[in-house]
């Protein structure tokens, strides 16, 4: 069974204060692994898609990495508006293409 | 462009009522997936759909839950003889063919259930 693991479950920063979140999975096959960002009330909202280990994504503020066994989200001199929860997702090679989403990681940024 | 749109946003039903909430995907997306969300929980998927087709519904209750995707018009999710334990936020994605690549989900705002 495909398992995602986040990791902290929670984490407060200051503004400008560099930090990673975790994301451990263990897939039989990884397909593509999938972060996203949701704010309170809303759905979540697309950020990256990884395929294969060694990848690297960068948008904004925020840089996706993946390994063979977990991905890192790097979030450099965040600002109060990333605050947000980050959810991490695998899709795994064949089945029925649904992926397994973890709990995520919330994220407050303070002035 | 609009994305997933789904309602109604916010719905409030007694216990024993049907609850029906409607999700019409992104256009040029032909995959519906439904899941639900209780607080301090993660996303659990529920059912996936094809136009007329439901292709995996793995997640879904065995009773009172039901899910359609017709040919015209958008997905519904359907819950009869609503309980308390139904509250909670419904999401719709729609992702295009998936073919041999991973697919991204994109996601509706969501609806958000209240049994009273």
């Known amino acids: 069974e495909d398992q995602v693991t986040q990791s902290p479950e929670a984490l407060r920063l200051q503004e400008g204060e560099s930090s990673s979140l975790n994301c451990s999975y263990t897939?039989?096959?990884?397909?593509?692994l999938f972060w996203y960002r949701q704010d309170p009330g809303k759905g979540p909202e697309f950020l990256f898609t990884l395929y294969s280990a060694g990848e690297e994504k960068e948008k904004e503020r925020l840089k996706a990495t993946l390994t063979k066994k977990e991905s890192f989200l790097h979030i450099t001199a965040p600002k109060p508006e990333d605050s947000a929860t980050y959810l991490c997702?695998?899709?795994?090679?064949?089945?029925?293409?649904?992926?397994?989403f973890g709990r995520g990681t919330s994220l407050i940024v303070h002035p | 462009n609009a994305g997933v749109m789904q309602n109604p946003r916010h719905l409030v039903r007694r216990r024993g009522q049907e609850a029906r909430l409607r999700c019409s995907p992104m256009k040029g997306h032909s995959h519906v997936y439904w899941y639900r969300q209780l607080p301090e929980e993660g996303l659990k998927f529920m059912v996936y759909l094809q136009k007329e087709n439901i292709i995996d519904e793995s997640g879904m209750p065995k009773e009172r839950f039901s899910a359609e995707f017709p040919k015209e018009g958008p997905s519904i999710l359907r819950i009869q003889q609503v309980v308390r334990g139904d509250s909670a936020a419904y999401f719709c994605?729609?992702?295009?063919?998936?073919?041999?690549?991973?697919?991204?989900?994109?996601f509706g705002p969501g609806t958000r259930l209240t049994v009273l």
């Open positions: 897939v039989s096959g990884l397909r593509g």
């Open positions: 997702a695998v899709q795994a090679i064949g089945g029925s293409y649904i992926p397994t």
């Open positions: 994605a729609s992702s295009r063919v998936a073919g041999g690549h991973p697919n991204e989900q994109f």
